[in-house]
């Protein structure tokens, strides 16, 4: 069977994040700038080979200063760890239209093995003829796990900012000629 690529369609695609702010509300978070591939063995997705890099400087919360404090060395370190990367390990059916996503998460130069399920949303062409793919992923992680440590306390106790962060990733791609 013949080897097939997608490649992401950032117009339709979104790498989402979530993470609690003074411990009681959420302060929500994109990666603008980013680049995904899936080879698959035609257009069987079980066992697709997944690779994904997020680029550090493209951080954007809707807030300059966060954003920035968020690409120093208190978090991801963006002069020295421009990119966030995942390569998949495994991507099993579930079911009809649910896989789990097992992989490598590399983030500041720490990789951890991660594990997430994902909604498969099938395979459709577009008016222009382009045969596309969407997944949607959502997921938590620790954001210590990878040394992103810092924090401050709250003088009515608890800290600022929480260390689950949720995932929610909506992606599109587009298979390759």
Do not use: C
């Not at 994040?17 to 978070?29: A, D, P, Q, R």
């Not at 603008?32 to 066992?47: Q, R």
């Not at 962060?165 to 298979?175: A, H, P, R, S």
């Amino acid at each position: 069977m013949a080897t097939t690529k997608w490649s992401i369609d950032p117009t339709h695609s979104e790498i989402g994040f979530k993470v609690k702010h003074m411990m009681f509300t959420n302060v929500s978070g994109k990666f603008g700038t980013y680049d995904a591939t899936i080879t698959t063995e035609g257009n069987d997705f079980e066992n697709a080979a997944i690779e994904f890099s997020g680029d550090i400087a493209s951080i954007d919360t809707a807030n300059a200063d966060r954003d920035g404090h968020l690409r120093s060395a208190d978090f991801f370190d963006a002069e020295n760890n421009p990119k966030l990367t995942f390569k998949a390990s495994s991507f099993k059916k579930v079911d009809d239209g649910d896989y789990e996503l097992t992989g490598d998460l590399s983030i500041k130069g720490v990789s951890k093995s991660v594990k997430f399920p994902v909604e498969f949303s099938g395979i459709m062409t577009d008016p222009w003829g382009n045969t596309k793919v969407g997944l949607s992923i959502e997921g938590k992680i620790n954001r210590k796990d990878w040394g992103l440590n810092w924090n401050s306390a709250l003088e009515t106790g608890g800290v600022l900012v929480g260390e689950e962060v949720k995932l929610n990733i909506e992606l599109q791609f587009v298979k390759q000629a």
